[in-house]
């Protein structure tokens, strides 16, 4: 008997042990007294050990008469409390039963397959019967102590819930030598090991070689429990979150193995798998995470090795620890990376090429996507949503919703005639998908639209010498009805751009050439101009085309038709200063 068993004379003078006599030469029954004295007894038929009993042996603990009802109080309330982890790592104990007047309990310990029940009965005279129950997950490994004969053990237990998965286990538990101690390690699972301790056995001894040994055989049944319940289907997010991010340093082998961990393929995925820390990114937008799948996500960040989005559970509160451990994780080994994504930060990767490759139906799934969010967030690094090559033509190619000067780059199909760059009609079936494209401030074609995007597009010094007069009297005629008609921002709008684009075609008044030129180069076409203007290269006059749109080019059009000669008017003196230099001055 070792110094745990001494601790009985707490609360007996002489410890009494009955032996079931099951051969010649077995040991006879006896009692201690004087702490170390073996002597032997009789025989006492209250005492006697049944043949179909389990046990072999009876310790008998007769409680010293001085504070009987002390020690009698004391030991009811420790048995009251029995706590199941005391059962957790004993080798040989399994069952522990006791009766005290009208209370008694049970707890027994029971094992298939690496998980160890432990079940608490206590029964009162004043309740009802109550029943708990623990079960955990325990791994072990068999190590060597120098000094040691017998093969020892270290052990990690982990609690699991009811559906078996394993949780954290609160409050923080203790650490194990057999029994638990005095000891927290901040672990959020239970460690057994053959620790050697202080003199009450509360706490471990450090700075002791022998301790840090059973610390890094600790760590490398860590790495082998997370292999085994990945096999077992146990590696969890749950699981992962247990583990060290940060312990002491006498604790540092425990943290490096989580490092190791998460550099192997240990960490739950979306689709399943499981990846290393390099590889993965998280996201926790799951129409996100679906829209762009891990292959997507491999291409759009254009690296050699594959991307993985991690399982959805890692952006829940209690796993935030997790995540940013993994965070820091990845920055200390790649550099700056940014982990953790969100719509703004994927937008920044959609590439033209990219977003062409994509299906109709993937580019439809965007949209409506697109259209559950604000305006707000539309805008990635680069820049507004707006400005980005989202928008998927008839042709297949992409082009942005707007330009620099914010008019669209594209229009919704419709009976309006005209070569209009169209919004491909496969992409917008979705009620949402076209919501989304129509506040991006793409409509239908009007009139303004046909002007500014077909017919003065076609009226450049490049192209427009291929125009002939009839075709281009039918888009005067259309530009001319609205000048006439319109008024505001659309008005507006069309009047800037028409002096910014040579549309009207005019005959030179030296060579009889004709071209299309600037609204502010020409003239009215009249008799007494055209006689003035004679062999004047650089003037222009309207083609006689015009004739019937003369009020209208002299009234909206504000088409001169009287030269236009630049003066400057005379100062309140009644003369003009020609020149005024030193010495020399002309009015």
Same mark, same amino acid.
């Not at 749950?238 to 940060?246: A, V």
């Not at 139906?361 to 990635?380: F, I, S």
């Given at each position: 008997?070792?110094? #745990?068993?001494?601790?009985?004379?707490?609360?007996?003078?002489?410890?009494?042990?009955?032996?079931?006599?099951?051969?010649?030469?077995?040991?006879?029954?006896?009692?201690?007294?004087?702490?170390?004295?073996?002597?032997?007894?009789?025989?006492?038929?209250?005492?006697?050990?049944?043949?179909?009993?389990?046990?072999a042996?009876?310790?008998?603990?007769?409680?010293?008469?001085d #504070?009987?009802?002390?020690?009698?109080?004391?030991i009811?309330?420790?048995?009251?409390?029995?706590?199941?982890?005391?059962?957790?790592?004993?080798?040989?104990?399994?069952?522990?039963?006791?009766?005290?007047?009208?209370?008694?309990?049970?707890?027994?310990?029971?094992?298939?397959?690496?998980?160890?029940?432990?079940?608490?009965?206590?029964?009162?005279?004043?309740?009802?019967?109550?029943?708990?129950?623990?079960?955990?997950?325990?791994?072990?490994?068999?190590?060597?102590?120098?000094?040691?004969?017998?093969?020892?053990?270290?052990?990690?237990?982990?609690?699991?819930?009811?559906?078996?998965?394993?949780?954290?286990?609160?409050?923080?538990?203790?650490?194990?030598?057999?029994?638990p101690?005095?000891?927290?390690?901040?672990?959020?699972?239970?460690?057994?090991a053959?620790?050697?301790?202080?003199?009450?056995?509360?706490?471990?001894?450090?700075?002791?070689?022998?301790?840090?040994?059973?610390?890094?055989?600790?760590?490398?049944?860590?790495?082998?429990?997370?292999?085994?319940?990945?096999?077992?289907?146990?590696?969890?997010?749950?699981?992962?979150?247990?583990?060290?991010?940060?312990?002491?340093?006498?604790?540092?082998?425990?943290?490096?193995?989580?490092?190791?961990?998460?550099?192997?393929?240990?960490?739950?995925?979306?689709?399943d798998?499981?990846?290393?820390?390099?590889?993965?990114?998280?996201?926790?937008? #799951?129409?996100?995470?679906?829209?762009?799948?891990?292959?997507?996500?491999?291409?759009?960040?254009?690296?050699?090795?594959?991307?993985?989005?991690l399982?959805?559970?890692?952006?829940?509160?209690?796993?935030?620890?997790?995540?940013?451990?993994?965070?820091?994780?990845?920055?200390?080994?790649?550099?700056?990376?940014?982990?953790?994504?969100?719509?703004?930060?994927?937008?920044?990767?959609?590439?033209?090429?990219?977003?062409?490759?994509?299906?109709?139906?993937?580019?439809?799934?965007?949209?409506c996507?697109?259209?559950?969010?604000?305006?707000?967030?539309?805008?990635?690094?680069?820049g507004?949503?707006?400005?980005?090559?989202?928008?998927?033509?008839?042709?297949?190619?992409?082009?942005?919703?707007?330009?620099?000067?914010?008019?669209?780059?594209?229009?919704?199909?419709?009976?309006?005639?005209?070569?209009?760059?169209?919004?491909?009609?496969?992409?917008?079936?979705?009620?949402?998908?076209?919501?989304?494209?129509?506040?991006?401030?793409?409509?239908?074609?009007?009139?303004?639209?046909?002007?500014?995007?077909?017919?003065?597009?076609?009226?450049?010094e490049?192209?427009?010498?291929?125009?002939?007069?009839?075709?281009?009297?039918?888009?005067?005629?259309?530009?001319?009805?609205?000048?006439?008609?319109?008024?505001?921002?659309?008005?507006?709008?069309?009047?800037?751009?028409?002096?910014?684009?040579?549309?009207?075609?005019?005959?030179?008044?030296?060579?009889?050439?004709?071209?299309?030129?600037?609204?502010?180069?020409?003239?009215?076409?009249?008799?007494?101009l055209?006689?003035?203007?004679?062999?004047?290269?650089?003037?222009?006059?309207?083609?006689?085309?015009?004739?019937?749109?003369?009020?209208?080019?002299?009234?909206?059009?504000?088409?001169?038709?009287?030269?236009?000669?630049?003066?400057?008017?005379?100062?309140?003196?009644?003369?003009?200063?020609?020149?005024?230099?030193?010495?020399?001055?002309?009015?």
């Amino acid at each position: 008997f070792g110094i #745990g068993f001494k601790s009985v004379f707490v609360v007996t003078d002489s410890p009494e042990i009955y032996i079931r006599n099951e051969a010649a030469n077995s040991i006879p029954s006896f009692r201690i007294r004087e702490l170390f004295v073996p002597e032997v007894l009789k025989e006492d038929p209250r005492y006697s050990i049944e043949e179909d009993y389990d046990c072999a042996t009876r310790f008998v603990l007769q409680l010293r008469t001085d #504070g009987a009802k002390r020690l009698f109080a004391l030991i009811q309330g420790r048995f009251e409390n029995f706590s199941a982890d005391v059962l957790l790592f004993l080798n040989s104990l399994e069952r522990v039963e006791w009766t005290a007047g009208s209370m008694s309990g049970l707890c027994e310990r029971f094992e298939r397959q690496g998980i160890r029940r432990i079940r608490t009965t206590f029964k009162s005279a004043s309740e009802r019967e109550k029943v708990t129950q623990k079960r955990y997950l325990v791994f072990e490994r068999p190590v060597k102590v120098r000094g040691v004969d017998r093969q020892q053990t270290v052990k990690l237990a982990f609690l699991l819930d009811e559906e078996g998965r394993i949780v954290v286990e609160e409050p923080e538990p203790p650490l194990h030598v057999f029994f638990p101690t005095e000891e927290r390690l901040g672990l959020k699972f239970r460690i057994h090991a053959p620790f050697l301790l202080t003199d009450n056995r509360g706490n471990i001894k450090k700075g002791i070689e022998e301790n840090e040994h059973l610390v890094a055989e600790c760590a490398k049944l860590l790495r082998e429990a997370v292999k085994e319940a990945k096999e077992r289907n146990k590696l969890t997010v749950s699981f992962l979150s247990i583990l060290p991010f940060s312990c002491s340093d006498f604790l540092a082998p425990l943290r490096e193995a989580t490092v190791s961990i998460f550099n192997d393929r240990s960490l739950p995925c979306a689709n399943d798998t499981f990846c290393t820390w390099v590889e993965a990114r998280f996201c926790r937008d #799951g129409r996100l995470m679906s829209l762009v799948n891990d292959k997507f996500l491999t291409e759009i960040l254009a690296a050699e090795q594959n991307f993985h989005w991690l399982h959805k559970d890692f952006g829940r509160t209690d796993n935030q620890q997790l995540l940013d451990f993994l965070k820091s994780g990845i920055s200390a080994t790649l550099g700056r990376v940014e982990v953790e994504l969100e719509w703004s930060s994927v937008a920044a990767y959609f590439s033209q090429s990219f977003l062409e490759a994509r299906s109709d139906r993937w580019v439809e799934e965007l949209y409506c996507y697109l259209d559950k969010q604000e305006p707000d967030e539309w805008k990635p690094p680069r820049g507004d949503l707006r400005r980005c090559p989202i928008i998927r033509l008839n042709s297949g190619k992409h082009v942005a919703a707007l330009r620099e000067d914010k008019k669209p780059n594209a229009f919704l199909q419709s009976d309006v005639t005209g070569d209009y760059p169209t919004v491909k009609p496969t992409v917008l079936r979705e009620e949402a998908a076209l919501s989304f494209v129509k506040r991006l401030g793409i409509g239908p074609p009007d009139l303004t639209a046909r002007i500014l995007e077909v017919i003065f597009p076609q009226y450049t010094e490049l192209t427009s010498h291929r125009i002939s007069l009839q075709d281009h009297l039918v888009d005067f005629e259309i530009v001319c009805n609205f000048i006439e008609k319109g008024s505001g921002v659309s008005f507006e709008l069309v009047w800037q751009t028409l002096d910014q684009t040579p549309f009207f075609y005019a005959k030179n008044a030296a060579t009889g050439a004709c071209s299309y030129r600037l609204r502010k180069e020409v003239y009215l076409s009249t008799p007494e101009l055209a006689t003035f203007l004679a062999a004047n290269e650089n003037a222009w006059v309207l083609h006689e085309g015009y004739a019937q749109w003369a009020n209208v080019l002299r009234g909206r059009f504000k088409i001169f038709e009287r030269t236009r000669v630049t003066f400057r008017a005379a100062a309140s003196a009644g003369h003009v200063i020609i020149r005024n230099a030193h010495s020399h001055h002309e009015r």
